[in-house]
C-alpha cells in the first residue's frame, strides 16, 4: 500500500515524459505488460506475427506490380458488377467492406456487454458477429467463382499482367481462411457464453482451465485483426 | 484496490463510443469507395486513398482494439516493429524498378 500510495504522490508532482515511461516500464517492473493478462499479450503477439505475414503478401505483390511490363488489370473494372442493368464498379468489395465493418462494431460491442457480465446479450451480438463473418466469406466465394469463370488463374487472367491472379488468390485466400478460422473460434466461445461458463467457471473442454469474459475480448482482438487487414487489403489492393 | 484491479484488466467503455466509431468507419468506407466511384485519378486518388486507409486503422486498433487504454510498454512492443516493414517497403522498390528496368532493356514485351 505505501508503494501506492507513493507513487501516485510522485506522478502529482512531476508528470515523466514519455520516453521515462517507457523505460521505466520495461525496466522497473517484473511484469512489463501490467494491466493486461498473459492471454492477452500473447494475442498481441501473435496479431504481430500476422501481420508481418500479410505485410509480407503487400510487399510481394507491390513488387510484381510495379515490376510488369504489361498493364495491372483495373480493378475498378475487373471487380464490377452488373445490377439492373447499371454497371457498378467495386460493388461488391465495397458491400464486403461494410459487412466486415458491421462485424467489427457488433464485436466491439459483445465485448462492452461481456464486461457488464450480460450474458444473453454478448453470446447474441457475437453471433451476429459470426453470421456477418460467413456472409463475408460467402460473398468471397461468389467472387472467386465469379472471376474463375472468366477466366483468372494464378498463371494468367483476359486483361494483362499474369501476375494478377497468383497474388489475388494468395491475399484474399490467406485473409477469407482467416475470417473462416474467425467464425469458428466465435461460435465456440460465443456457445460458452450462452451456457454460463464464464459465470459458473466450468472448465474448457480443450485445455481445462477456466474461462473468463476476458475471452471474447481475445477472440474480439483476432476479429478486429481480420478487419484491420482488410481495410489494407481494400485499399491496396482493389482501389490501387 | 480491487476496482482500480478490475479497470486495469477489463475494457468497459460506453457502447455509445463503439457506435460513433462505426458510423465513423462506415463514412470512411464510403469516402474510399467514392474516390473510386468518381474516377479520380494521379496524387489526390493515391493521397485519399491512403489517408482513408490509416485513419479507419487506427480507429480499429485504438478503440476496437482497446490500444488506446493499454499500457505504453504493449503499445510501444507491438506498434513499432510493423515499422520495420516501411523498410521492407523501400528496399522492394529499388528491387521493383531494377527488374522492370532490366526487363525493359533485355526482354520487352515478356
Known amino acids: ?240 | 484496490m480491487s476496482a482500480g484491479a478490475a479497470h486495469e484488466t477489463g475494457q468497459s467503455h460506453p457502447i455509445r463510443l463503439y457506435l460513433l466509431v462505426w458510423g465513423w468507419l462506415f463514412v470512411l468506407s464510403a469516402c474510399s469507395y467514392l474516390v473510386d466511384y468518381f474516377h479520380l485519378q494521379g496524387g489526390l486518388r493515391w493521397f485519399l486513398i491512403l489517408l482513408f486507409m490509416i485513419v479507419k486503422a487506427g480507429l480499429i486498433v485504438a478503440v476496437f482494439m482497446h490500444m488506446a487504454w493499454e499500457r505504453l510498454a504493449l503499445v510501444y512492443a507491438i506498434l513499432v516493429p510493423p515499422a520495420a516493414l516501411l523498410v521492407f517497403v523501400a528496399i522492394m522498390t529499388f528491387e521493383a524498378s531494377y527488374t522492370l528496368l532490366t526487363r525493359i532493356a533485355f526482354a520487352l514485351g515478356g
Open chain 1, 1 to 240: 500500500m505505501t508503494g501506492f500510495a507513493f507513487r501516485s504522490i510522485t506522478a502529482a508532482q512531476t508528470r515523466p515524459g514519455q520516453w521515462r515511461r517507457l523505460s521505466d516500464e520495461w525496466s522497473a517492473d517484473r511484469q512489463a505488460f501490467r494491466g493486461a493478462s498473459w492471454r492477452k499479450a500473447m494475442m498481441w503477439i501473435f496479431l504481430l506475427s500476422d501481420t508481418f505475414v500479410f505485410g509480407c503478401f503487400l510487399l510481394s505483390y507491390m513488387t510484381v506490380r510495379m515490376s510488369t511490363t504489361l498493364p495491372w488489370p483495373n480493378p475498378s473494372k475487373v471487380f464490377a458488377l452488373e445490377i439492373g442493368g447499371t454497371e457498378l464498379p467495386l460493388i461488391l468489395i465495397a458491400i464486403m467492406t461494410f459487412v466486415l465493418i458491421s462485424s467489427s462494431g457488433t464485436m466491439a460491442m459483445a465485448v462492452a456487454y461481456g464486461y457488464r457480465q450480460e450474458r444473453v446479450k454478448t453470446a447474441l451480438l457475437m453471433l451476429a458477429t459470426a453470421l456477418l463473418g460467413a456472409m463475408f466469406v460467402g460473398m468471397q466465394a461468389f467472387e472467386w467463382t465469379k472471376l474463375i469463370h472468366e477466366g483468372v488463374r494464378p498463371w494468367g487472367n483476359p486483361w494483362g499482367a499474369d501476375q494478377f491472379g497468383s497474388t489475388f488468390f494468395m491475399i484474399t485466400g490467406f485473409h477469407g481462411t482467416h475470417v473462416t478460422i474467425g467464425v469458428i473460434a466465435l461460435l465456440v466461445i460465443a456457445r460458452k457464453v450462452w451456457r454460463g461458463d464464464f459465470d459458473t467457471g466450468r472448465r474448457g473442454f480443450f485445455t481445462s482451465q477456466r474461462g473468463r469474459y476476458e475471452n471474447v475480448e481475445i477472440a474480439g482482438l483476432y476479429w478486429h485483426f481480420v478487419d484491420l487487414v482488410w481495410v489494407f487489403i481494400f485499399a491496396l489492393f482493389y482501389l490501387w
